[in-house]
């Protein structure tokens, strides 16, 4: 859900929220993970790609707005938590089958810029922090990360 007020530069509140199931038994034969079947497109589950819907709770909160016309700045606070306490953080290739680690994997906190500098030309550069929590705190090396990125993209 979302909010753009009327103001010439667009400010945007939205907030939603990602998940998938978690297989909650690791000793029985059946899966209750949800599988994504060509993974994650880059941001929806955040621009550091350690996450899917695999097993993850994920509330999102977002702004945007627009300093000119033609460049947009957006920032997003990610949570992350296990669903199943059981489960694998999948892409983080981490797992407590006695759930005692916790759930909570951290935070992700995204800002990105896009400029579309002609017609043909945008270019989208952006920083992501990742922010261990608990459960990564329990289960091996907990670091933030960060990746910076630069993209250019020219349409003829």
């Known amino acids: 859900m979302g909010r753009t007020f009327d103001h010439p530069r667009k400010p945007r509140v939205s907030a939603w929220l990602n998940c998938g199931s978690g297989d909650d038994d690791p000793n029985d034969d059946d899966s209750g993970r949800f599988t994504e079947l060509f993974g994650a497109p880059f941001g929806l589950y955040g621009f550091i790609p350690y996450f ?45 089958a006695t759930g005692k680690s916790g759930s909570h994997i951290g935070e992700e906190i995204d800002v990105r810029v896009r400029w579309q500098a002609t017609d043909q030309l945008l270019f989208n550069s952006g920083i992501a922090d990742f922010i261990p929590g608990s459960f990564v705190d329990e289960t091996g090396i907990s670091e933030n990360s960060t990746l910076v990125y630069f993209q250019a993209r020219f349409d003829f």
């Open 52 to 96: 899917t819907a695999e097993n993850t709770v994920s509330p999102v909160l977002g702004l945007s707005f627009k300093p000119t016309d033609d460049v947009k700045v957006e920032l997003y606070l990610r949570s992350y938590s296990l669903a199943s306490d059981t489960d694998a953080w999948v892409r983080g290739g981490r797992r407590d």
